[in-house]
């Protein structure tokens, strides 16, 4: 039965993730997306870490997911035309985030076939009260310091999509910012 | 079979049960009841009082003509109606339908899934809901439907945060995200709605915005937009999105009386004590809860107009987010202090 769930829902991550890279209409990828991220949220259940899987649902498949639609939407963006390769950065950092994947599973497979016991993650990882006493103990600063960096990047945002407003002008701190960006 | 199974299976029919008879009863219920609200008639041919005419509502359903727009992504469009029906004929599975029992010794409580992370699968459930709005105003190649979908997805993700931090207030002094824990701390003290009462205000007016209901139905705003997301739609494919959204409204009843207002519970009357008769009572005086909440929602539907979309997004954060917060600290200091 597990072994059921998880080759369907594996399939299904790993297809429709071929779909979001490949698929030339922008809106079809953006929802094979979503579909890619509920298969893993499937995937994570049957890890033994359902907090996870929740959230996993509950904000990237349920929140960013619609962010990403609603702007590919509004764009109104045209199907994709086949681009022959693309950059030479873009070519090199292919080519390291594949070497990486390589290794990573080359690595769970060597430890696999060493015996390590690769099984589903225990309670005092994974249930709720470890989790909050690990985020908010151990790992409190780096918490406070990302709380921080996405707060500055809201503002961010905020100044680069702000519009320039000719009559008034009191703010040129954020007159100058918006310049600098074009 | 072991006593568990038996009772998931009697659990899952009692919920499918009571979800599917509320469709109709609420059909007739919106349409007697707009009718009473703007002192008309309203459908009375059809059996005492006109309670027949949800079933010739959807003889009408059935055998109307089943249209495909020549234009429509047709994946897509044969979809989103069954993607309108998962989230809310999923997401009741983590709501007590009454006391937990003991049968032939084991615990059974009364919900279908009485996962550890309880209401968090009930909201992520329910945030799948906007996809089936936004992939039938996308499929259907309308611009109408499109700005629907568009609407509808800065809509949802607007007042799912007040939605979702009015629920955090509630769990925090319980300390856990199982909704039977919920109602056992307030049959053990008072109703949620009397210590937390604006965050039941944020709540419910979020939940308005969640089901797309008047005065915040801006994805399908007849006057503006045909009808929005579903212009396109006919026959049971428009029943599907109309069925998804009554029972939308149905299941948020359920979570918002279960946070708020004690679920099953009745103060005075011990339903825990009485056995599978309490259990029964219990989910009585549940559905009694949410058959006031719905009346609710049909009332504010005939009551008031709808909002301009900067309103509504100005409300969502402006007005709504900071009193979720406001609420939320106010929770979290009285908790610490012992008073919750």
């Known amino acids: ?182 | 079979m072991s006593v568990q199974t038996i009772a998931m299976l009697v659990k899952l029919g009692a919920f499918l049960g009571i979800l599917l008879t509320t469709i109709p009863v609420m059909v007739w219920v919106e349409r007697r009841g707009g009718a009473m609200m703007q002192d008309r008639p309203g459908p009375n041919r059809l059996g005492p009082l006109g309670l027949f005419q949800p079933l010739a509502d959807a003889g009408k359903f059935i055998f109307k003509e089943d249209i495909l727009p020549s234009e429509a992504d047709r994946f897509l469009y044969l979809l989103a109606p069954v993607l309108a029906l998962i989230p809310a004929f999923s997401t009741y599975v983590v709501i007590p339908l009454g006391p937990t029992i003991e049968i032939q010794g084991e615990q059974v409580p009364m919900m279908v899934a009485p996962a550890e992370t309880g209401v968090l699968l009930f909201l992520a459930l329910a945030s799948l809901g906007v996809y089936s709005l936004v992939v039938a105003g996308w499929a259907s190649n309308n611009k109408y439907s499109l700005l629907g979908s568009i609407r509808a997805s800065a809509q949802m993700i607007s007042y799912e945060l007040a939605l979702t931090l009015s629920v955090v207030a509630v769990l925090l002094p319980v300390g856990s995200f199982r909704l039977d824990r919920v109602v056992e701390y307030q049959v053990d003290g008072v109703w949620n709605i009397i210590p937390q009462c604006i965050g039941f205000l944020v709540f419910l007016v979020a939940a308005f915005a969640e089901t797309n209901r008047l005065p915040f139905d801006l994805p399908e705003a007849e006057s503006e937009l045909v009808a929005g997301y579903h212009t396109e739609y006919s026959a049971m494919r428009f029943a599907c999105f109309f069925m998804g959204e009554y029972a939308a409204m149905t299941v948020l009843s359920a979570l918002a009386a279960t946070l708020y207002l004690g679920g099953w519970h009745l103060p005075g009357v011990d339903f825990a004590s009485m056995g599978i008769l309490g259990v029964v009572l219990g989910a009585a005086v549940l559905i009694a809860k949410v058959a006031c909440f719905l009346f609710f929602f049909v009332w504010v539907r005939w009551s008031f107009p709808r909002f301009r979309f900067d309103q509504l997004m100005a409300i969502g954060w402006k007005g709504l987010l900071p009193l979720s917060i406001i609420n939320l600290i106010w929770v979290a200091a009285a908790s610490l202090a012992g008073w919750l």
């Open chain 1, 1 to 182: 039965m597990e072994l059921a769930i998880f080759l369907i829902f594996g399939a299904l991550a790993v297809v429709s993730a071929l779909v979001v890279v490949l698929h030339r209409d922008p809106v079809k990828s953006t929802l094979s997306l979503v579909v890619t991220l509920f298969a893993t949220a499937v995937l994570f259940l049957l890890l033994g870490a359902p907090f996870i899987g929740v959230l996993q649902v509950l904000v990237y498949t349920g929140a960013i997911v619609v962010l990403f639609l609603f702007v590919v939407m509004l764009l109104n963006l045209q199907r994709e035309a086949r681009s022959e390769g693309g950059g030479r950065l873009q070519r090199i950092f292919a080519i390291l985030a594949a070497a990486a994947f390589a290794a990573m599973t080359g690595l769970t497979v060597w430890r696999w076939t060493t015996g390590a016991d690769l099984g589903a993650l225990d309670e005092g990882f994974v249930s709720l009260n470890a989790l909050a006493a690990e985020l908010f103990d151990r790992f409190l600063l780096p918490f406070e310091i990302i709380g921080l960096l996405l707060l500055v990047a809201v503002v961010a945002a905020y100044v680069l999509a702000k519009r320039p407003d000719p009559s008034s002008g009191a703010d040129p701190g954020a007159d100058s910012s918006t310049e600098a960006t074009r």
